[in-house]
């Protein structure tokens, strides 16, 4: 029966569940239990007919259970097949609509958690509680499909409703931005409207249509609030107008009559729009107004402007000087500049009333005022940077310090056992330093480490008084311990032949003892707490013996041997093991002698007696073992403190080889000179690894000292790079001398150069070639600087326009001409840089000779002189390429530039009377002979180059002011062309290259100057 009945548990483990199989088992199991009891009460034959009747039935229960199973496996599969299909189906629907659940994973999960059972009869509970979960889930499908549905066609109806309002609205049919915004929306709600019909999922054309309706909405407010901005706009367009308006009227009266008409015109067209509620087109009506009344200002403030322009001019130059020592960090310029504030105030008092003499007499005076402070203010940021080099300096100092210290401490305390809490707000030496440079000065770095270093060393002080009172804690206890030993032990030795119960508690107490002598309390706590279940034994076998007399005595006896024998095995092997060593061997005379004591006893004397010999010797050999225990922990700590201490110093060595290697590195004098440094490097962190400590620091000091020898040699050759840089920066800056007068960007980036080439010298000073060494590389770099500006803008390119720097002129590339023309006509100042004698005169009282007026009273042959004077002078200055010169040009060139190259014009600017530009007669100086009628300009002789009318490419001055020089000869004289300021008759300013004025080339006159063009070299 056993044998068929394990043969039964075996074929169906795993085919169905312990608890069906139990069941199924039930009747053969009762049947077999019968059969025990008879077999117990000795009925053998109905023991063996009940024994016999149990295995038929576990036969029968073997058929039964194969039957169960494969009924069980087919409706599995069955109720999974239509389950999984239900699922499939109802899933492809509820993704479709994006409706998943959480509650359909949970059916999934309990479907992979049936798919997994292996009990037939188990699965088979699954599958109706999974139907019944999904029918639940698929009625409540239906209802939500049904309200999206709902939703969606109602929200469908509120945009259309939305959209019809938002076509409707007037001002979509106006304002350019409205209309926008229209078709903008027509455009989403076609896009969604569509979509209404195709989109299949729902709670997409939901959030479409909703999304849409947020949008129409919000396109509806911003339709109102187009609406109100357009109205506000009109009526702040209005009233700006008419503030504007009266304010022009109130400053300039009825200057020019009818300078008011267009402005007026426009105002009313403006207002009937503002009174039909078109503010659109209101506002723009209001703007084109004010544009006119912009003319109307510009006409009427002309003049006054350029009586003003001389004290501008000077305001401007003193207040940039005054912002510009202001500007300057770290000094403050407000104690120089007490007296230029107060005459700026003065001057600026003067101002107000319109008194313009005494106005820009005080201002000359601020300049006066505006020079001493600059010269001051220059010393004190001279002394300040010598100051604050100091100051770099020692903070340098500082910052090299800290990174070297610092890792190390901080790694003194974190391995410290007793340190736990104390680095939770000091920065990590990897954190701290990670931005730290090896050069590094600034005091934000400066600030931030001896902060950190503070911190630390709250942590460091912390820490000595956790160590001492974590040393009195010890103390304290290891006492506690002792003196409960000590009175638990001295009870026990109160009895006479108790002595040998303590004795493994005494061998204790010994260690205990002496590591308290030289202060190891944690070791002889540990000692006091082992001898405690020795003592704890020995009072119980104190009370044992106490109770029976004569068993106390046989049990003493019997110890007695077995502890003799203790002895001697515990004496023997100790001094075998301390005999190996030679330093103690003359300390185990004493033992010996004992042990030879005890075993005379042994022959002669009682068990009792020879047992306290043995233990007396095997004490003293304790004795001796215990001397050498504390001497050999004494001599591994103090091996562990130094190769902790090793460790730490070649740590410490091996960052401050890093940190300067990192800085030599960089030098490009370093290449290929850090090899034996490597190499005793590479020595020393294979002494680290194979925690040779000692050899690892003597390897690290090896390296830096290498590496000191190297910083020795580079910085010998850093101050021979440093000078010989030096020196070629000076010769650089002589070549940029001559360009400092060109622009006032050559003399700001030469500001720049001299407070670098300030640091260079306070640098070299103190020693520090490497960072002089930088700054002088910016040095180089502003120079460089200067001298691609000098290139690009000063340089002549075909294609580029040109300054001419040396003279300040300009130049205008011409690429149909293939050449440069001068922007303006030549000036007095630009042509006594050649002649400086030179004198433009007078006409009736009126001065020709100002610096910005043209030249006059210079013949042909001056201004061919001029020409060749530039050209050498530009070729000096390396501004000109060889090949390149300076001439007049040919009549054919001054028309088409004069004309910009259009040749149906009559005059210079077009075929219209009178000029829109130039500088003609004025009747006031010549009378009945002036025949320019509707012509006026403001200038009764020459004008100032840059007022003299400016035509489409950037030229001024082709019509009037002066005549030009060309170069085109007819029977021994030479045209000229444009008109004067002297020029009466409009027929005489005409372009025609058949019917030129000619000139005397060797006589000077008081209406003809020239332009100079610019020709590059032929290819």
């Not at 402005?263 to 067209?269: F, N």
Request: net charge neutral; charged share 30%; hydrophobic share 40%.
């Amino acid at each position: 029966y056993q044998a068929s009945f394990e043969m039964t548990r075996q074929n169906v483990k795993g085919a169905l569940s312990d608890d069906r199989i139990n069941a199924l088992l039930a009747s053969a199991v009762t049947l077999k239990q019968s059969a025990d009891t008879k077999f117990e009460e000795r009925n053998l034959d109905e023991a063996m007919a009940a024994y016999k009747n149990a295995t038929n039935e576990l036969d029968a229960v073997r058929s039964r259970i194969s039957d169960e199973e494969t009924r069980l496996q087919a409706e599995n599969k069955e109720a999974q097949t239509v389950f999984e299909s239900r699922l499939d189906a109802f899933m492809n629907q509820v993704l479709a609509e994006d409706l998943f659940s959480n509650e359909l994973s949970a059916i999934q999960a309990e479907m992979a958690k049936a798919q997994k059972t292996q009990k037939w009869d188990m699965r088979a509970a699954f599958w109706p509680r999974l139907s019944q979960a999904l029918s639940e889930h698929e009625a409540a499908y239906k209802i939500q499909f049904s309200n999206l549905e709902k939703t969606a066609n109602k929200l469908k109806e509120q945009c259309g409703k939305l959209i019809g309002k938002l076509r409707d609205d007037e001002l979509t049919k106006r304002a350019p931005q409205a209309s926008e915004l229209r078709s903008s929306m027509d455009s989403l709600y076609t896009v969604v409207l569509n979509l209404h019909t195709d989109e299949k999922n729902k709670q997409t054309l939901i959030s479409k249509w909703s999304d849409l309706e947020k949008e129409l909405e919000a396109s509806l407010l911003q339709l109102n609030t187009l609406r109100e901005k357009y109205k506000t706009q009109a009526e702040d367009a209005k009233r700006e107008f008419n503030g504007a308006f009266d304010a022009l009227v109130k400053k300039y009266g009825n200057l020019i009559p009818g300078q008011y008409d267009k402005a007026d015109t426009k105002k009313e067209t403006a207002a009937r729009l503002m009174l039909s509620d078109d503010h659109y087109n209101a506002y723009l009506v209001w703007v084109a107004a004010g544009k006119e009344l912009n003319e109307a200002e510009k006409a009427l403030a002309s003049r006054a402007k350029e009586l003003a322009q001389t004290r501008d001019t000077t305001k401007h130059a003193c207040l940039t000087k005054r912002n510009a020592i202001l500007s300057v960090k770290d000094i403050d310029g407000m104690p120089f500049l007490e007296n230029v504030d107060r005459l700026k105030k003065a001057a600026e008092h003067k101002n107000a009333t319109a008194d313009l003499a005494e106005c820009v007499n005080l201002w000359e005076q601020v300049a006066e005022e505006l020079s001493k402070a600059e010269r001051q203010h220059k010393l004190a940021i001279e002394a300040y940077k010598k100051a604050e080099n100091a100051a770099r300096l020692n903070r340098r100092q500082e910052i090299k310090r800290i990174s070297i210290t610092y890792p190390g401490e901080y790694d003194r305390i974190n391995t410290h056992p007793l340190a736990k809490g104390l680095l939770d707000k000091v920065t990590a030496p990897k954190k701290l330093l990670a931005s730290v440079t090896p050069d590094a000065d600034d005091k934000a770095t400066w600030t931030h480490l001896t902060a950190a270093e503070s911190v630390l060393k709250t942590a460091t002080k912390e820490l000595e008084k956790r160590i001492t009172a974590h040393l009195e804690e010890q103390r304290t206890t290891a006492l506690a311990m002792q003196k409960d030993y000590t009175e638990r032990v001295d009870k026990i030795l109160a009895v006479p032949y108790a002595h040998d119960l303590v004795k493994t508690a005494e061998e204790h107490a010994t260690l205990a003892k002496q590591a308290m002598s030289v202060q190891k309390y944690e070791t002889a706590a540990f000692a006091w707490k082992d001898a405690q279940p020795a003592l704890t034994t020995a009072e119980a076998q104190l009370a044992e013996l106490n109770r029976n007399d004569a068993l106390r005595k046989a049990a003493m006896e019997k110890i007695q041997k077995t502890k003799i024998a203790t002895c001697k095995t515990e004496f023997n092997t100790i001094a075998d093991t301390l005999s190996k060593d030679k330093t103690v061997i003359a300390t185990l005379n004493k033992p010996a002698a004992l042990a030879d004591k005890a075993e005379a006893i042994a022959k002669t004397g009682t068990t009792e007696d020879t047992l306290k010999a043995w233990q007396a010797a095997l004490l003293s050999m304790k004795q001796v073992e215990a001397e050498v225990t504390v001497r050999e922990k004494a001599k591994h700590e103090r091996e562990l403190a130094l190769k902790r201490k090793l460790e730490g110093e070649s740590i410490h060595a091996k960052q401050a080889f890093k940190d300067k290697r990192e800085i030599l590195v960089k030098s490009p004098f370093a290449k290929g000179r850090l090899g034996d440094a490597d190499k005793l490097a590479g020595q020393a962190e294979d002494a680290m690894k194979n925690n040779l400590s000692d050899k690892a620091v003597t390897s690290w000091k090896l390296a830096m000292d290498k590496l000191e020898d190297l910083e020795n040699d580079l910085q010998a050759d850093l101050k021979t790079q440093a000078e010989k840089m030096r020196d070629d920066v000076l010769k650089q800056r002589k070549v940029t001398a001559q360009w400092e007068e060109w622009d006032p960007g050559v003399g700001e980036k030469l500001v720049a150069y001299d407070v670098t080439m300030a640091m260079v010298r306070d640098l070299m000073d103190q020693q520090e070639f490497m960072n002089a060494g930088k700054q002088l590389v910016k040095c180089k770099e502003i120079l460089g600087e200067i001298e691609t500006f000098v290139q690009e803008k000063f340089v002549a390119k075909p294609g580029n326009d040109l300054i001419l720097g040396e003279v300040g002129m300009q130049f205008r590339w011409l690429k149909d001409l293939n050449v440069w023309v001068g922007v303006y006509e030549v000036t007095n100042e630009q042509y006594r840089k050649f002649k400086p004698t030179h004198s433009s005169r007078k006409h009736e009282g009126l001065t020709l000779n100002g610096d910005t007026q043209p030249v006059c009273w210079i013949s042909y042959y001056d201004a061919l002189a001029y020409c060749t004077w530039l050209t050498m002078t530009a070729s000096m200055k390396e501004v000109l390429p060889t090949g390149y010169k300076f001439r007049l040009p040919t009549k054919k060139e001054w028309v088409t530039y004069a004309t910009c190259d259009n040749p149906s014009n009559i005059y210079p600017w077009g075929n219209k009377w009178p000029a829109p530009y130039g500088n003609f007669a004025n009747r006031e100086l010549f009378g009945k002979a002036w025949n320019l009628r509707g012509y006026t300009d403001e200038f009764p002789v020459t004008a100032p180059v840059s007022k003299s009318g400016k035509n489409d490419w950037g030229l001024y001055g082709v019509a009037g002011n002066v005549w030009e020089w060309t170069a085109d000869k007819y029977n021994g004289k030479f045209a000229v062309f444009g008109g004067a300021w002297s020029s009466v008759d409009k027929r005489l300013l005409q372009v025609d290259l058949d019917n030129q004025n000619y000139a005397d080339p060797q006589k000077d006159y008081d209406n003809i100057g020239f332009r100079v063009v610019l020709e590059p070299a032929e290819d």
